[in-house]
């Protein structure tokens, strides 16, 4: 029997989509916007801006506005030379590289799971296979959380101590105490956070089923992986972007506009061929504050993303996520579906959608829509 076509009529949002997928105007938005990092910065520096043109233009004898004038020329011939695009740039690339190989190194339970999934366990021991694999799970994220917590001000926040720790079902009393108080902020040496995983290569060596398993070696090869990626992303924090560069890119931004304040002012007419065009609010130079001041707040945001800006990562979605999946996926509870022939049972050439161009389907070509549960209530829509 060929499959019914069904064609949907929904209209899918783009909040249902994954990733960047919006269509309204970039410089509209405003979470995590430019216009959010950098409006009172930029407001304080017009004003100062202003106020620095209006004494130039207005309370200054005329004697002092000839110096005054000379030492904006002299400003805007050396300010000009700056290398402040090689200098940020090379800043924020450096800032930006970091941030994403932070996130890739953070490591997925779910391998792990699968692996312990797979192991075939002896008749009337399923119950107890089972607690040792969510039991080696609970330790893979508790492992995560304790790094982690090293790193990240919002879970150090949320788990000021171990007892808080405790309360959220990942830890045991008498585990707590075998791990310590994990208060430490010392470099190497003050943690325990790995001590979990090893307690869980110690319980898959113990335990005959996955020791005895096809997948036993790749089990452990899994959680020492898992092991060096948590080392990984505290490394990051361990070594930081060396202070002085960060010092020596902030300088040069800060001093830049600095000397614009003086640089950019409109020089008052005093002989013939110093006509300009002058212009009250200074549009060019606050579109380089926006650029310039923009790049620096995204290496700022960036820097640390572990911590409680917008951008930062949801490491307490990721925590809950992993709890969740890896425990579902080592719970042999649900039977998989029944075994029966597909949709496409000899077909030879199968399609998943229809081409536009087509007007009609062949016999060998089955169109594959999705439907909606409203619409089976309502077909009308």
Same mark, same amino acid.
């Given at each position: 029997?060929?499959?019914?076509?069904?064609?949907?009529?929904?209209?899918?949002? =783009?909040?249902?989509?994954?990733?960047?997928?919006?269509?309204?105007?970039?410089?509209?938005?405003?979470?995590?916007?430019?216009?959010?990092?950098?409006?009172?910065?930029?407001?304080?520096?017009?004003?100062?801006?202003?106020?620095?043109? %209006?004494?130039? &233009?207005?309370?200054?004898?005329?004697?002092?506005?000839?110096?005054? =004038?000379?030492?904006?020329?002299?400003?805007?011939?050396?300010?000009? +030379? %700056?290398?402040?695009?090689?200098?940020?740039?090379?800043?924020?690339?450096?800032?930006?590289?970091?941030?994403?190989?932070?996130?890739?190194? %953070?490591?997925?339970?779910?391998?792990?799971? !699968?692996?312990?999934?797979?192991?075939?366990?002896?008749?009337?021991?399923?119950?107890?296979?089972?607690?040792?694999?969510?039991?080696?799970?609970? @330790?893979?994220?508790?492992?995560?959380?304790?790094? %982690?917590?090293?790193?990240?001000?919002?879970?150090?926040?949320?788990?000021? #101590?171990?007892?808080?720790?405790? #309360?959220?079902?990942?830890? #045991?009393?008498? $585990?707590?105490?075998?791990?310590?108080?994990?208060?430490?902020?010392?470099?190497?040496?003050?943690?325990?956070?790995?001590?979990?995983? *090893?307690?869980?290569?110690?319980?898959?060596?113990?335990?005959?089923?996955?020791?005895?398993?096809?997948?036993?070696?790749?089990?452990?090869?899994?959680?020492?992986?898992? &092991?060096?990626?948590? #080392?990984?992303?505290?490394?990051? +924090?361990?070594?930081?972007?060396?202070?002085?560069?960060?010092?020596?890119?902030?300088?040069?931004?800060? /001093?830049? /506009? +600095?000397?614009?304040?003086?640089? $950019?002012?409109?020089?008052?007419?005093?002989?013939?061929?110093? =006509?300009? *065009?002058?212009?009250?609010?200074?549009?060019?130079?606050?579109?380089?504050?926006?650029? @310039?001041? +923009?790049?620096? &707040?995204?290496? $700022?945001?960036?820097?640390?993303?572990?911590?409680?800006?917008?951008?930062?990562?949801?490491?307490?979605?990721?925590?809950?996520?992993?709890?969740?999946?890896?425990?579902?996926?080592?719970?042999?509870?649900?039977?998989?579906?029944?075994?029966?022939?597909?949709? /496409?049972?000899?077909?030879?050439?199968?399609?998943?959608?229809?081409?536009?161009?087509?007007?009609?389907?062949?016999?060998?070509?089955?169109?594959? =829509?999705?439907? !909606?549960?409203?619409?089976?209530?309502?077909?009308?829509?």
């Amino acid at each position: 029997m060929k499959p019914i076509i069904v064609k949907s009529r929904q209209k899918v949002s =783009e909040d249902q989509i994954l990733g960047e997928t919006r269509t309204d105007p970039i410089l509209s938005r405003w979470r995590s916007s430019i216009w959010k990092l950098l409006w009172k910065d930029l407001l304080l520096y017009t004003i100062v801006y202003l106020v620095i043109g %209006l004494v130039y &233009r207005f309370a200054l004898p005329e004697e002092y506005q000839i110096h005054m =004038e000379s030492l904006i020329k002299y400003c805007h011939t050396q300010n000009a +030379g %700056l290398p402040l695009t090689f200098l940020l740039g090379f800043y924020v690339s450096l800032v930006v590289s970091r941030w994403w190989n932070q996130y890739c190194s %953070l490591p997925w339970p779910d391998t792990i799971a !699968t692996c312990l999934r797979a192991v075939k366990v002896k008749e009337g021991e399923e119950e107890e296979a089972r607690i040792t694999r969510r039991t080696i799970m609970r @330790y893979c994220v508790l492992a995560y959380l304790l790094c %982690l917590r090293r790193l990240s001000l919002k879970l150090r926040k949320k788990f000021p #101590t171990m007892r808080n720790v405790i #309360t959220t079902g990942l830890l #045991t009393e008498a $585990e707590a105490k075998r791990i310590g108080e994990e208060d430490s902020v010392r470099q190497h040496g003050g943690s325990n956070w790995w001590i979990p995983l *090893l307690w869980s290569t110690e319980i898959a060596e113990n335990d005959t089923n996955i020791s005895s398993a096809p997948v036993y070696g790749y089990v452990q090869m899994q959680l020492a992986g898992y &092991r060096q990626k948590l #080392t990984d992303v505290l490394n990051y +924090g361990h070594v930081p972007i060396p202070l002085v560069y960060s010092q020596v890119v902030h300088l040069a931004v800060y /001093f830049y /506009f +600095g000397v614009s304040l003086i640089s $950019e002012q409109w020089i008052i007419w005093r002989k013939e061929g110093d =006509e300009i *065009l002058y212009l009250y609010y200074p549009l060019f130079m606050t579109m380089k504050f926006l650029f @310039y001041f +923009g790049w620096l &707040r995204v290496a $700022e945001t960036l820097y640390n993303p572990f911590g409680e800006d917008d951008d930062d990562f949801a490491l307490e979605e990721l925590i809950d996520r992993h709890v969740k999946v890896a425990m579902r996926i080592v719970d042999k509870i649900e039977d998989p579906p029944l075994l029966q022939k597909d949709a /496409f049972w000899d077909i030879p050439n199968p399609k998943l959608m229809a081409d536009k161009d087509d007007d009609h389907n062949d016999d060998d070509d089955v169109t594959i =829509e999705l439907i !909606t549960s409203q619409e089976k209530r309502d077909p009308r829509k």
